[in-house]
């Protein structure tokens, strides 16, 4: 039974860059919540897809974007790199609103 | 704006000890309350979940919350040095969509 993965592992980009992070859930999950975590931080969340849809968004502005596909992967998208967008990305996956399962991660550099 | 805090540590105990880790929030109406285990450079790792008052215990790990208090905590007997690791607590308000509410973590290092 796969459980969370993502790609990449880690990436680099340039300020003012574009970025997409993937996310393929856990096996009988339906929802998917993205969260961005600084070094010796807490994980904060970014946004949950159910159904295709935006479910709910945290403090973020617009430059961070996400999909949910029909098989209910998702795509966190990220415009405008700024150098405080470095970061681990994380992606949980959930059955509906039950506990909630983290993949591996993103490390994202931004120079 | 929903608060969680917990003691950054780090926390040091040696191993066979009990570790206790602490959390407060701030969100009354907060209904769902995780602890998840990091190891550096890893990701959070879900161990332990509780949704009512009391005490819930699984294995070496035992939560606690006390929703008068605010207050959840989580004991870890026998402590083993594979342990050692970032504890984040985090909160999740009412039912429908939300997202989880983390604290910064406890650094908890077991010592042999």
């Known amino acids: 039974d796969a459980g969370v993965t993502q790609s990449p592992t880690h990436l680099i980009k340039t300020r003012g860059q574009q970025v997409t992070l993937r996310c393929s859930p856990k096996s009988g999950h339906d929802t998917v919540s993205w969260y961005q975590q600084a070094l010796g931080q807490g994980p904060q969340f970014i946004f949950q897809y159910y159904e295709e849809e935006e479910r709910q968004r945290g403090n973020f502005p617009d430059r961070f974007s996400g999909h949910q596909f029909p098989n209910y992967s998702s795509e966190l998208n990220v415009n405008a790199l700024l150098l405080g967008d470095s970061a681990l990305y994380l992606c949980?996956?959930?059955?509906?609103?039950?506990?909630?399962?983290f993949g591996p991660g993103t490390r994202l550099t931004v120079l | 704006q929903k608060e969680v805090e917990q003691n950054s540590g780090p926390l040091s105990v040696p191993e066979g000890a009990i570790a206790s880790l602490n959390c407060t929030y701030s969100d009354r109406v907060s209904q769902s309350f995780f602890w998840y285990r990091q190891y550096s450079g890893k990701s959070p790792e879900l161990i332990m979940s509780?949704?009512?008052?009391g005490d819930k215990e699984d294995g070496r790990f035992t939560a606690q919350l006390n929703k008068a208090s605010q207050y959840v905590s989580l004991l870890i007997r026998d402590s083993q040095p594979s342990d050692s690791a970032t504890y984040l607590c985090a909160v999740k308000s009412g039912g429908g969509a939300d997202g989880l509410t983390f604290g910064k973590g406890t650094h908890l290092i077991i010592q042999p």
């Open positions: 509780i949704y009512s008052n």
């Open positions: 949980a996956s959930s059955l509906e609103d039950n506990e909630q399962f």
